[in-house]
Structures are given as structure tokens and as C-alpha cells.
């Protein structure tokens, strides 16, 4: 394949990776207009994200699958069709209901989509300094979609409306179908079994935790439904456990988590985004409902971390070989945590310079910095039958993080006035960014203890031997 073949690759491949992303945060910044137009409750108002990401999540590893099964360019068609569809369908929503339906709908076609896109960087570029600059620009892409998702929903919010946020996947979606045919290249079909059963114990699991912790936000954590959903989320997860040991192809095989490196970054990432999605769920609603900004101007206030996140996508492929991935995403991790932690000190008069601009570039700065190696370390050995899915374990800890932290931390803000005026409001969204920082702490921890302490020790006993 020539250079601008390749580079049409991953420019196809980006576009959609940035839609799927973007659309997690794309109507944040609208959950004022959305919760007054179709009446949701206030808690029933993070299913609009929720919805969307558990399917997505969910069923990440079943798309994986069937890119290996049926070709990934062919799936990854369909994947954007239905995705395109399914946004159109949002976009045209008249209640909570059909909302949340569609948002659902989308999250199947990503999950389709998604998988193909990391799995056909690896098989389109080689291994070395070419494959670390597209998982860079991959990498930045999972790490300031989000912002940039916030700024482009405020921009449309105010001036067309929020229904222009899902809307503008249609075009993007329907270049993508015509272009894929002509530059993605279609890998060989395997002979297989989807496995459903595993597919289905995996996303009902995870979408039964979730529910519970967002049934906790009204209910309480001693509420029976939501002792039930807990229960039965961690049952059906088991059962999911089970279903892949003794399935003969199995859509998650066991053995990607036979390397510590990749089992720690699977589980680092779901802690650190499920910070970074809660700190942009709860700071747009301070932006909007403590300070009055508009839609436009909330969303514009995550602009510094969004350029940031981006520009580091040129420098992390030059200092990498210097510094060694490992090393470069403690760095990333620190730096991050350091602005959350400052973040989390927001108040009803903190002024957007220094006190929130500031730690917004620091998070920038940090995740810009940390995304690249703890991706890498998500694919890092990965035989090429197994590219699918470990393409899809790395989006599925990356929308699950984004699930498991909204729904968390809602139980945080509620349980400290979140719904109590200007006042409660503030204070419940610095509570909740102290969550986020402490799921930034726990990701570092995990980066520091799985990944960091065993090559400490493969180098100690290489300076040993020698």
C-alpha cells in the first residue's frame, strides 16, 4: 500500500473514531435544552449518555468478532449505515423514550464500526515509528474527542439547536460509506461462530451495575432494586466469565489477559476515563447552571484542554523512544491527577483564570501525554488473529469507563445537593470532581502496581544476569 493510501486510511479511520467519540459529549453541553424539551428526571438524564455507551461498549467485543469473521471493512459498512441511521433517528426524537432508544441504536452501530478502526491501523501499518504515529493521532482522538465533543454540541446548541449535534453524523457517515470501499483494505474471512451468549452476559452485566448505581442516585444504596440490579450485574458478569472459558471462539479469548501489561492498561483505562467523561458531565452543568454560561460558552470553556490534547499528539512519538511508554504514562497520569486535583476545588466565585483554565490545561497536558502508551500497551504483543479483539477490549474499557463514572459519581452529587439551587449545585460538583480524581488515583496505581513494578524487575534481572 503507497503513502496516500495509508494516509487515506487513517484519515477514514479517524473521521470515524472521532464521530463515535464525539458523540458520547456531543449533546452535554444540551442537557439543559434536552431535560426542558423531553422532560427528563434528573437522574434519568445520564441514561441520554449511558444508553448509548453500554451498548456501545457492550457489544464492542461481538463487533470485534465479526470483523474477523466476515472482514473488517465489511462490518465496518454496516457499522457506520446503522451508526447514520440510528443518528437521524435521534436527531428526530419527540420523547425521553425514543431518545433513548435511538442513542441505544447508535451505540450498536458503533460498536460495530469501532473495533475495525484500531484493528486496521495495525494491520496497515507497521510496527514501529510509522504504527506509533497513527496510534497517536488515534490516541489523541479518544482523548480530546470528548472536549471537542463539548465544544462543537455548545456551538450548535445555541446557534441551530441540539438536535443539530446528532444530525451532523449524517453527512460525516454517509462520505464514510462511499469512501471505505475504495481505500480501506478488506481483510480475508475467517471461518467462525458468533458467540451471543457471550455477547449478551457481557452488556446486560454491565448495563445491570450501572442501572444499579444510577437507581442508588434516588433510591439509596439499601434500596431493594438496587441491592437486585447489583447482584444481578455481578452474576450475569460471572456467567460471562464462564461463557468465555468454555466457549470454542470465544468473542473475548482469556489469553489477551494472560500479559500483565495489558490486563493493567485495560483496567487503568476504564478508571481514568470514567474520571475525565464525570469531570465533563458535571463541570458543563456548573458552567450552565452556577455561572449561566451559554451552551456556546461552556463548551468553548473546554477549548485550551481539547488544543492541548491535540498538540501533544506530535510530541509523544519523539519523546516515547526516549523515555519508554511505561514511564510516559505515569508522567501523563501525574500530571492530570495534579489538575484534577485542583479542579476539584471549584466554588460558586472560583474565576475561570487561573482556577479552571489552568487545570484544564494541566489535564490536557496530562492525558495528552498518557493515552498513546496506555493504548499501546492495550495491543502491545497481540498475535495479528487476536488484532480484533484486542481492539475491542481497548474501546470497551474506554466506553464503559465513560458509563461507569457518570453513574458512580451521580450518586455523589445527588447525595450532596446537586438539585438544591446555585449553591448545592457547586457544591455537589466539587464533590464529584474529587471523584474523578480519585479514579484518576486509582488508575495511576494500577499503571504503577501491573504495569511499572513488573518490568522494574524484568530489568533487574537482566542487570543481574549480565
Do not use: K
Not at 438496587?226 to 464462564?242: E, H, P, Q
Not at 490545561?361 to 495528552?368: I, P, Q, S, V
Amino acid at each position: 500500500m503507497n503513502a496516500t493510501n495509508r494516509t487515506m486510511v487513517l484519515g477514514i479511520v479517524l473521521a470515524c473514531y472521532l464521530m463515535v467519540i464525539v458523540d458520547i459529549s456531543v449533546i452535554i453541553t444540551a442537557l439543559p435544552d434536552i431535560h426542558q424539551g423531553l422532560h427528563f428526571s434528573s437522574t434519568g438524564l445520564s441514561w441520554v449518555q449511558n444508553a448509548y455507551a453500554l451498548t456501545f461498549g457492550g457489544l464492542l467485543l461481538l463487533g470485534a468478532r465479526a470483523g474477523d469473521i466476515l472482514g473488517r471493512r465489511r462490518v465496518f459498512v454496516a457499522g457506520i449505515a446503522l451508526f447514520t441511521a440510528a443518528s437521524l433517528a435521534a436527531g428526530l426524537a419527540q420523547s425521553a423514550g425514543w431518545l433513548l432508544a435511538a442513542r441505544a441504536i447508535q451505540g450498536v452501530g458503533a460498536a460495530i464500526a469501532a473495533p475495525s478502526t484500531l484493528a486496521l491501523l495495525t494491520v496497515t501499518f507497521r510496527e514501529g515509528a510509522e504504527r506509533t504515529r497513527a496510534i497517536a493521532w488515534y490516541s489523541a482522538v479518544a482523548g480530546a474527542g470528548g472536549s471537542l465533543g463539548l465544544v462543537l454540541g455548545g456551538v450548535l446548541t445555541q446557534w441551530i439547536s441540539w438536535r443539530a449535534g446528532l444530525f451532523i453524523n449524517v453527512p460525516i457517515g454517509i462520505a464514510l460509506i462511499a469512501l471505505a470501499p475504495r481505500y480501506l483494505p478488506e481483510t480475508a474471512r475467517e471461518p467462525g461462530r458468533f458467540d451471543l451468549p457471550g455477547a449478551v452476559f457481557s452488556t446486560l452485566g454491565m448495563t445491570a451495575i450501572v442501572y444499579g448505581f444510577v437507581r442508588a442516585a434516588s433510591a439509596g444504596f439499601g434500596d431493594r432494586l438496587t441491592i437486585l440490579s447489583f447482584v444481578a450485574g455481578l452474576g450475569l458478569l460471572a456467567s460471562f466469565v464462564v461463557t468465555e472459558r468454555r466457549a470454542s471462539q470465544p468473542i473475548t479469548p482469556l489469553r489477551l489477559f494472560q500479559s500483565r501489561e495489558r490486563s493493567g492498561a485495560y483496567i487503568a483505562r476504564i478508571l481514568v476515563v470514567s474520571g475525565m467523561y464525570a469531570m465533563f458531565f458535571f463541570l458543563t452543568q456548573y458552567f450552565q447552571g452556577a455561572r449561566g454560561l451559554s451552551p456556546l460558552q461552556a463548551g468553548a470553556a473546554f477549548l485550551p484542554m481539547t488544543v492541548l490534547v491535540f498538540g501533544m499528539v506530535q510530541v509523544v512519538p519523539r519523546i516515547a523512544p526516549r523515555i519508554g511508554n511505561t514511564r510516559l504514562l505515569m508522567i501523563g497520569l501525574l500530571v492530570a491527577l495534579a489538575g484534577m486535583t485542583w479542579l476539584s476545588r471549584i466554588g460558586a466565585g472560583t474565576p475561570y483564570f487561573p482556577d479552571i483554565a489552568l487545570p484544564l490545561l494541566l489535564l490536557g497536558l496530562g492525558m495528552g501525554t498518557a493515552l498513546t502508551p496506555l493504548t499501546s500497551a492495550g495491543i502491545a504483543g497481540v498475535a495479528p488473529e487476536d488484532a480484533g479483539a484486542a481492539s475491542g477490549l481497548v474501546n470497551t474499557a474506554h466506553q464503559l469507563g465513560g458509563a461507569l463514572g457518570i453513574s458512580v459519581l451521580v450518586s455523589v452529587f445527588t447525595a450532596n445537593g446537586g438539585n438544591a439551587g446555585v449553591r448545592g449545585l457547586t457544591h455537589a460538583v466539587s464533590s464529584s470532581l474529587t471523584g474523578s480524581m480519585v479514579f484518576l488515583a486509582l488508575g495511576l496505581v494500577v499503571v504503577v502496581a501491573v504495569i511499572a513494578r513488573p518490568e522494574r524487575l524484568r530489568r533487574d534481572l537482566l542487570v543481574r544476569s549480565s
